[in-house]
């Protein structure tokens, strides 16, 4: 199936609540445009801009430098609404996870993982997955739809009204930074492939990079892929994100059999793709993210092999702890072999940090995440099916 094939089929639907249209995933264009529509000058859609993405205001009667009969108006046409949070967790390691919903129902899950001296949040870009990666809890979850640019910025923003992670006043200039932010990185590595969701997660991904609004800067914006070849090179070009690829595998036959998209564009077709990505460089490398696999990938054998196909890559590797969740096929392996693998790395002039796990007792851990919705309808059928076995 074709990009623009795969977009419209899983198209996310309108959101047609109440008459009123929901400003929160509007870019500046659109957003002028529904000023404009008001007879108002265009001046205000900036202020509005800087209201709604840089202060995070949720009420019209808060942005105090609109008129009240324009703020008024506003009320009756717009919203500025992120996703409702259907279930919110903390781990013990102070990583936050919510389960968020939507107005059809569908849910999605976001992670905020904070660290010493930056705060990291993992965001979706789909219902499900459709690439059912074998050792991804995801991707047991089947594809219902793509995120809206409004849903996956309304993640960011919603992350930020639970962390109070908004401006506290308007002094100084709107790109200025909050000096205590707990959103200094995004990833999206949540639920979903980013690159099937090209268009809604470019326009969401502008929006938050725009310094006058939620101003994360695009060199702390990763997108993750697990290879979709084509877009990648426009991603690059027109984003400038950084890029990790999820590699897993170093031989065509096993990432075939745990990474399904490797048969559409193998091996040989992905590092040229990374060898191509616009703006990598030594100081710019790509992360490639390795699950660790326990008698699967995690041989000295392999390590070597990865370091031989990723010769002449400016390239980091994150190598990932297998992380377990119901069900799994796999299992992790010892501190010893994931040591000796990192070594192997090292020793061939490749970074291999080891990622420590974050969040696992909420199931917010890199390949943990799945719709809350999705493993209680799981449940029941299984309890369905052991009641009929009685019977």
């Known amino acids: 199936m074709s990009q623009r094939a795969h977009a419209q089929q899983f198209a996310p639907p309108p959101d047609t609540r109440d008459g009123r249209a929901n400003l929160v995933g509007l870019s500046r264009d659109e957003l002028g445009a ?36 324009l703020r008024a108006r506003l009320a009756e046409r717009f919203r500025v609404e992120r996703p409702e949070i259907a279930r919110a967790q903390t781990s013990s390691d102070g990583t936050r996870k919510w389960l968020l919903r939507s107005p059809d129902g569908q ?39 793509n995120l809206s640019a409004a849903e996956i910025v309304g993640q960011v923003m919603l992350a930020r009204d639970e962390l ?10 709107a790109a200025q930074p909050n000096p205590g932010r707990q959103i ?21 991904i502008r929006i938050v990079m725009d310094g006058e609004g939620i101003a994360i800067s695009k060199r702390r914006i990763t997108l993750s892929t697990a290879g979709v070849v084509p877009a990648m090179r426009r991603c690059g070009e027109e984003l400038g994100v950084n890029l990790a690829v999820s590699l897993h595998a170093v031989s065509n036959e096993l990432r075939d059999d745990i990474v399904p998209l490797n048969r559409k564009y193998p091996l040989a077709e992905l590092l040229a793709a990374c060898r191509d990505y616009p703006g ?7 992360t490639f993210e390795y699950v660790l696999l326990k008698g699967v990938n995690d041989s000295p054998a392999d390590a070597r092999e990865m370091a031989r196909l990723l010769k002449g890559i400016p390239a980091k590797v994150n190598l ?14 010892s501190a010893e072999v994931i040591e000796r693998f990192a070594q192997i790395l090292f020793e061939g002039g490749l970074t291999a940090p080891v990622r420590q796990p974050r ?19 799981k449940a029941a059928r299984e309890a369905a099916a052991r009641t009929a076995s009685r019977q």
């Open 164 to 173: 109070g992670d908004w401006p506290t006043s308007t002094a100084g200039p």
């Open 184 to 204: 200094t990185n995004l990833v999206l590595m949540g639920m979903g492939e980013p690159l099937y969701n090209y268009d809604n997660v470019a326009k969401a």
């Open 107 to 145: 849910e999605v899950e976001s992670v905020h993982i904070p660290e010493a001296a930056r705060g990291t949040l993992c965001v979706s870009s789909q219902v499900g997955c459709t690439l059912t990666c074998r050792f991804c809890h995801t991707g047991t979850q089947r594809l219902v739809r």
């Open 34 to 69: 529904a000023v404009s529509e008001l007879g108002e000058p265009a001046f205000r859609a900036r202020q509005l801009w800087s209201w709604v993405y840089h202060h995070g205001a949720r009420d019209f009667a808060a942005m105090t430098t609109l008129a009240k009969p």
């Open 280 to 286: 990598v460089h030594n100081a710019r490398r790509i």
């Open 320 to 333: 990932i702890p297998f992380n377990p969740w119901p069900g799994a096929p796999f299992e992790c392996p």
């Open 359 to 377: 969040g696992q007792d909420i199931m917010a851990a890199c390949g943990q995440l799945k719709s809350a919705s999705e493993r209680l309808k």
